[in-house]
């Protein structure tokens, strides 16, 4: 394993890597921090309601917004790694011009939805107004053109400043709410707060950063990227599977609260934040991974070696933390969240299965789309996401919580197992033409 670090890429890959897993680190405890504090301050039921005012706004955020981050990488990074602007420039201004309209549409269309629709994803109607509040965050929540710009320019220190900033003022806020007994109106609001502050601080850090390169000049939006070949056809693609994506995520909660009520969101919600934690060494390095990739020359062996090296990177990493969650779940949800949470940790036994898989499958879409095959990293998303809604209603009709838990693991396998056959067939087509 020593020779590894004599590869560049590798130690560059590392290095942005060790920026975000601070950052993580330290999102992950003030998140968890945050939800302790909500969810004794508000009981299962209001705590449930909060998870899925939130988890609403963040799935209609999933649906509209395009992961611009990945064009501006795509296009831009190549671009600059070349010693040239104008791609960069081009990608910035087609990705803010997805991110406006995106994001305003996204708003308009949740607002009106919810009235609608409220009761059928389990929030309660005399809280429908909040959730239409929160919805007035989108524009600014479904925004990636930052993300990409400083990926692009090798900032990840900055992205991990943001990243760790708004989840600690979130906890800090969430405690003061909790010992002064807030009401649940309060505990929205701070949601909404330091998702606007940390946006907001985001983009700041980008301006700031371009402006510091001499690189603002020049950006302009629009929706006619006519020097990036290709670019409509990737940006959908990516739009199409951050939709899935959100599927997994803030709509899985919704599905849940729907069928079983705040309750069942609710303790969904704390067995998936802590299960989420032993998969976060494989998203950092996800996060890393992509614009090191773009960089490289998918007919050498070099980044199929990258690609094996950080899987086994971040499984070295990720299997401590599944084993500690299998050791000490039980009072780790007890010490947290309280005796009422305590129906969490089953669901944390089979949710726990989602990171294993995780961690090895994390470098297969970046691989996809830097092979300019961004379709297939969509087809393993659809047809996981096909298998999960098939599963999640009879199995929590069966085994309640449970039976969620069930179907999100068995999407993921099925999804994991569609992308490792994608990239091994394309590793075969790109080594027959070496």
Known sequence: MKHWFKDAHFRSLLKNSSYLAISKVIAALAGVATLAFAGRGLGVVLFGTLILITSYAKAASGISKFQSWQLIVRYGGKALAAGEHEDFKASTGFAFALDVVSGIGGMIVAVMLLPFIGKWVGIPEQYLWLGMLYCTLLPTMGAATPVGVLRSLDRFDLISWQGSSYPIARAILASIAFFSNAPFEAYVAIWWVTDLGGDMFLWFLAVRELRRRGLMQGIRPTLRPTTLPGAWRFAIHVNLTSSLIAAWGPIARLVVGGLLGPSGAALFRVASSLADSAQKPAEFLARAFYPEIVRMDVRTKQPWK??????????MIALTAVLLLLVGGKPLVHLLFGKQFLGAYPI??????????????????????????????????LVGTIVYFALIAPLCARFGVMGAAAAFVSAYATMFVVLALQVRAEYKRVRAKA
């Open 348 to 381: 944390l036994m089979v949710l726990i299965i989602a990171p294993v898989i995780g961690i090895f499958s994390f470098p297969l879409p970046s691989m996809l789309y830097a092979l300019d095959r961004p379709d297939a990293p969509l087809k393993a998303r």
């Open 306 to 315: 990258l690609m094996l090296r950080s899987a086994v990177m971040a499984g």
